[in-house]
């Protein structure tokens, strides 16, 4: 039996294809640094090469002022569904350095995990659709469906190469569904189908005052203090229930419903491990929703960095000229991104203190996803998740989010799949981040899967 093969393959391959993971993980393609431009090419390479080396044609196209695409394909044939994979090549930024055990770009596997910069998010779970790929091709088999590959290296900078790239080139990703892991499993035995991921609108706040830092003394209480005025912005930004005080910020919100709230309840959450597993001494947010409520299915917001003044050793004592802070709000199905932004950014300027200047600028945004659930696909994925990792799997939503899946819904007019391996504590854009190697492999077999379900008429 072909299946049969293919995932013996996978088993008996196991240890080389860590390794090979490995050599995928050393390379620090982080985008949003800019002096590692030459390490996000030679990541792009990487997938070109692999994906080549498997015999897909492949294309890498560089955007004028973005990071490579890589495009493969597998021969397509006719009477096969066509499903388009996506993933990212780039990873985030390693700071804080210090609190890493190993260094970031030097993969660690201990205890049947790996830790390394973009161990999760994405390289190791798009390494899985690799590999299930080499299983058929190595064992000299088609696979069962028609594939095509979408892989980019602006996913973490906010970057929008792979948007226009889409758009332009709708008609070559046609398919009948995208299947997309950069998610996560709902805990180690539980594997999970993503329905919905948040949206985002995010900003940075400048207060300035003086033309330079005053002296403390000689100036205090004679002028406004920048720091003190962001902080005075930053307070109204959320009232004492946890709700998000810009004018119409939840005129849009899509209530969960009755039936979703109870999937949520009847899923094992344990406050006292998502305690633990945050550090956080309680669990806080807005009144009236579950934990899960709130990080899935509600908007939020949120101080992402925060600047000013003097913060080395011992006492300095000045006015500040400046503040400045990164403010990201989370958003739920049917708000917009758009009109979120102009009112928050026109809030912020009501609010904003006399005595100094407010800028208030929006960075990006992106569009929340939602999925509907009820269709031969998400069917066939969850099939796919049984019978990879051996255990039921839930639905479960997200709080983060991947932009290109609304581009994908639009352009593409097909289900998207979001088959998560990771998990939440995996410390994507944190320090010390890993991937549960079983994961891995249960994803790899997942796929396999998901490829033989969508054979059958979808
Ligand atoms: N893989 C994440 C998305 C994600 C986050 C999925 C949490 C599941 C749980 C993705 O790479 C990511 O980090 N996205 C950014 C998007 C932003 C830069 C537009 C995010 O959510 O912050
Ligand atoms: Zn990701």
Redo the contacts with the bound molecule.
């Keep these: 039996m072909s299946l049969e093969r293919v995932l013996s393959y996978l088993e008996q391959n196991r240890e080389r294809h860590v390794a090979q993971l490995c050599d995928f993980l050393r390379i620090p393609s982080i985008s949003s640094v800019s002096a590692h431009k030459e390490d996000v090419r030679r990541a792009a390479r990487f997938c070109a090469d692999e994906l080549r080396d498997l015999g897909l044609r492949v294309e890498i196209s560089e955007p004028a002022d973005g990071n490579p695409l890589v495009y493969a394909e597998t021969e397509q044939r006719d009477g096969r569904p066509t499903l388009l994979v996506y993933g990212?090549y780039d990873v985030?930024p390693v700071d804080p350095l210090d609190l890493w055990r190993t260094p970031p770009f030097e993969p660690r596997v201990e205890d049947d995990v790996v830790y390394a910069r973009g161990a999760t998010?994405?390289k190791g779970q798009l390494y899985a659709h690799f590999k299930a790929l080499e299983a058929y091709v190595k064992q000299g088999l088609q696979p069962p469906v028609n594939l095509k590959f979408i892989i980019e290296g602006e996913?973490?900078?906010?970057g929008h190469s792979v948007y226009a790239y889409t758009e332009a080139n709708a008609g070559k990703l046609a398919c009948d569904a995208v299947a997309v892991s950069?998610?996560?499993l709902y805990d180690e035995r539980t594997p999970a189908l993503?329905y919905s991921?948040?949206g985002?609108a995010?900003f940075e706040i400048l207060v300035s005052g003086p033309k330079a830092d005053l002296h403390s003394g000689s100036y205090g209480g004679g002028v406004q203090n920048p720091a003190h005025a962001l902080c005075d912005i930053i307070a109204r930004l959320k009232d004492a229930d946890g709700r998000v005080r810009v004018p119409g910020f939840y005129d849009d919100v899509l209530d969960l419903d009755a039936a979703e709230r109870e999937a949520f309840r009847s899923l094992d959450f344990s406050e006292k491990a998502f305690l633990a597993d945050t550090g956080s001494p309680a669990a806080w947010g807005e009144k009236g929703y579950t934990t899960l409520e709130r990080m899935w299915g509600r908007p939020t917001c949120d101080v992402n960095g925060l600047w000013s003044g003097y913060s080395g050793e011992g006492a300095k004592t000045i006015i500040p000229a400046l503040a400045g802070a990164k403010v990201?709000t989370r958003l739920v199905p049917q708000q917009d991104p758009h009109r979120i932004a102009a009112a928050f950014e026109a809030y912020v300027r009501s609010i904003a203190p006399a005595g100094v200047r407010v800028d208030v600028k929006t960075l990006?945004t992106?569009q929340p996803v939602l999925i509907e659930r009820d269709s031969p696909w998400m069917k066939a994925g969850l099939r796919a998740l049984e019978l990879g990792f051996g255990a039921k799997p839930v639905f479960i939503r997200?709080?983060?989010?991947?932009?290109i899946v609304t581009t994908f819904q639009n352009c593409l007019r097909v289900p998207v799949l979001l088959l998560?391996f990771?998990l939440?504590t995996d410390n994507?854009?944190s320090p010390n981040e890993k991937f549960n190697l079983a994961s891995y492999r249960n994803g790899a077999r997942a796929v396999v899967h998901l490829w033989q379900e969508a054979r059958r008429p979808v």
């Design positions: 990212h985030q998010d994405d996913e973490e900078c906010g950069d998610t996560s993503t991921l948040r985002l995010y990201s990006h992106a997200e709080g983060g989010s991947i932009p998560g990771g939440a994507a854009h």
